[in-house]
């Protein structure tokens, strides 16, 4: 048997590729849309691609399974288990199998049981893993958004991103009756979890790549609890915001998302129509990095560096609105992928990273924003000639923040920008200073004059000894 582990770093995405290496034969399980990854491994190990599955219906990502199936003939095996909004809506013309709690399907001598694990989602389902070559015993588990390493899949994305309220108390409490089935599987079963940590799918994820049903009895602090009430208490809270997109990629990966046939090559713009783009309206994005921008930038274009657009595109561009982007050709490749990753398929063109520098010698106007540290500007938040903007998460802002600051959490903010916009300075705060980088980018690109990035935020606030509130 062959077992391959790709992760993705940026949405801390976990896909795998288990194969008979007696039959030649391979699926795929939980994959993303750049499906050549999976194509190419098989290909390294001579195995050809016959099965793709998932364990749900994805919020976080747009799945590859639809992708292979188009390019590789697989079956889908695919979650027959919740309610009728529950159910895909893709298969016409797709060889398919629905599948239910205990059904059992076979890749060569591979066979995978499917154990269904509502919870994150009401159709989500695991997989355990059987090498029948060897044995008739499981050696692990695919569980999905179900149980990560050191955590559980939360519970309240349907009810927080797509608004189907009651959602969250009732899945919790399925969750609760989940892990207690899981609790029954051997210790020694190995756990292969789709995130790791810095996704948006739990809370506390660990940031190893795998557990074992006996490490997160003992250790996994859902385990510790034996009363329902308390257990579902736990879950719900401190849990992050859900990220406004997670209910597109929803709807995306049940309707059934669209086929590329391999990345997208957006086409390279000409200069001159940058401005022209942006006096009509046009969302452009510049990836650059944040200093880059702040020193100077094309007005009304939004700052999302290269290594934070999987993180927050999502949540700032409009799905149904073409974009434009602003990108160091070397790394186009890149940012292609972290957007059509999330379904963002609509980028009408691109502009070279130089075009900044050749617009300015052709006398076109640059704007900035102003970066300053902690200690320049605690005079002014203190006597409120500035307004002090924390566009950090809701948790992070109950735990700490600076006195006199009023909460925006960035994701939020295209929708409430015009609450804040007024005439006076504005300084933006977050964490570190990278999130509170792109909402200078945003206030400014909505026709704020002054704004002010504060450089370290509320660390490096702390560490000039400067006072928070709790």
Known sequence: MLLRYFYDEKLAHASYMVGCQ???EAIVIDANRDVDMYLRAAEA???RIVGATETHIHADFVSGSRELAERTGAVLYLSDEGDENWKYQFLDGYKHRLVKDGDEFKVGKVKLTVMHTPGHTPEHISFLLTDTAKTESPIGIFTGDFVFVGDIGRPDLLEEAAGMVGTADSGARLMFRSIKRFADLPDYLQVWPAHGAGSACGKALGAVPSTTVGYEKLFGWAFQIDDEETFVRELLAGQPEAPKYFAEMKKVNKVGPRVLHGMPRPEMMPAYRLPELLADGATVVDTRPAEQYAAGH???ALNIPQSML???AGWLLDYDKPFYLIVDPDELQ??????VYIGLDTIAGYFETSVIAMLEEQGVELDCYEMAHPVDLASKIADGSVELIDVRGKSEWEEEHIAGAKHYMLGYLPNTASQIINGKPIVVQCQSSARAAIGA??????????VVNMVGGIIAWKNAGLPVQH
Not at 334 to 339: A, C, E, G, N, P
């Open 334 to 339: 890149d940012v292609v992928h972290s957007l």
């Open 310 to 312: 999987a993180g927050w």
């Open 298 to 300: 094309i007005r009304g």
């Open 45 to 47: 190990n001579s195995m």
């Open 22 to 24: 007696a039959t030649g």
């Open 441 to 450: 980018s945003l206030l400014k690109a909505q026709g704020a004059k002054t």
